[in-house]
């Protein structure tokens, strides 16, 4: 028996570029959007539907993590480095890093709606959408045309224009 409903995974703009410092959470994200794809082609004949909600920095509405939080984790991991790492990376490189990190936790939307919205449309459309882009025109406009670029072209524009990312 033929059993038709809906899955709704939650990936994130980081899904689809990346950014510098961010390897885990990309590639996790980048799991969860390869996953989804597959599973939409694999089970569309039993009639359930898979959509990915792509948010983008909505960690400024969570508690999951504050700029305080984060100094905490960076002291802690400067802390454990081997003397070799610290040496050839620097207190000053490191703090940089982190810094971008604190700004990246307080820089994104506080409102939620757009993901709730978009969650909520999945799961009760007739025709729900593939991918729902819960975020700003530049980060859509980034996820449109940066994948798309030669290699050269978009690391040019990471190292030197800091347009993308950190």
């Known amino acids: 028996m033929l059993w038709p409903g809906r899955i ?3 990936s994130s703009l980081l899904g689809r570029v990346v950014y ?10 980048f799991g ?25 920095n909505y960690i400024a509405a ?4 504050s700029p305080k939080r984060a100094q905490v984790i960076a002291n802690k991991m400067w802390d454990e480095l081997p003397e070799v790492v610290r040496k050839d990376y620097g207190k000053k490189c490191f703090d940089e890093k982190i810094a971008v990190v604190e700004t990246n936790l307080i820089a994104g939307s506080t409102d939620t709606s757009p993901v709730i919205n978009a969650v909520i449309h999945a799961l009760t459309a007739a025709n729900p959408s593939i991918r729902y882009y ?20 978009s690391d040019r524009l990471y190292r030197h224009y800091s347009v993308l990312g950190t």
């Open 8 to 10: 709704v995974n939650i």
């Open 20 to 29: 510098a410092a961010h390897s885990s959470y990309c590639s996790s994200k």
């Open 32 to 56: 969860v959007e390869a996953f989804s794809d597959c599973l939409r082609y694999e089970i569309h004949l039993l009639g359930v539907k898979v959509s990915v909600a792509e948010p983008s």
């Open 62 to 65: 969570t508690s999951i993590c």
């Open 134 to 153: 819960s975020m700003d025109y530049y980060s859509w406009l980034q996820m449109q045309i940066i994948p798309h670029l030669p290699g050269a072209i």
